[in-house]
């Protein structure tokens, strides 16, 4: 897996993360089963759109899309600069 794909797979799993917390708090009302199953279906629906965007970094990138890629996901460059023009 190329350094980017980890990155924007590490960023959904920290955004799945806290949307896991908060959806918690909305199924509180179902049964433990249909809490378990919302959170299965939720982590697979993630993992899913996670291995297809993986799949399209794993490739060499323009330098300009991997821009664009690290602004939609607010990823840092490997230098450390800001992805955001001034």
């Known amino acids: 897996m190329s350094p980017l794909a980890c990155e924007v797979r590490n960023r959904f799993e920290a955004v799945y993360g806290s949307e896991l917390v908060r959806l918690r708090r909305k199924t509180a009302a179902l ?8 959170e299965v279906l939720s982590a697979q629906v993630m993992q899913a759109f996670s291995a297809s965007i993986e799949a399209m970094l794993d490739g060499r990138l323009e330098a300009d899309v ?14 450390g600069t800001d992805a955001t023009p001034a």
């Open 31 to 38: 049964s433990a089963a249909d809490r378990e199953a919302v």
């Open 66 to 79: 991997e821009q664009m890629v690290r602004r939609i996901f607010a990823l840092t460059p490997p230098d």
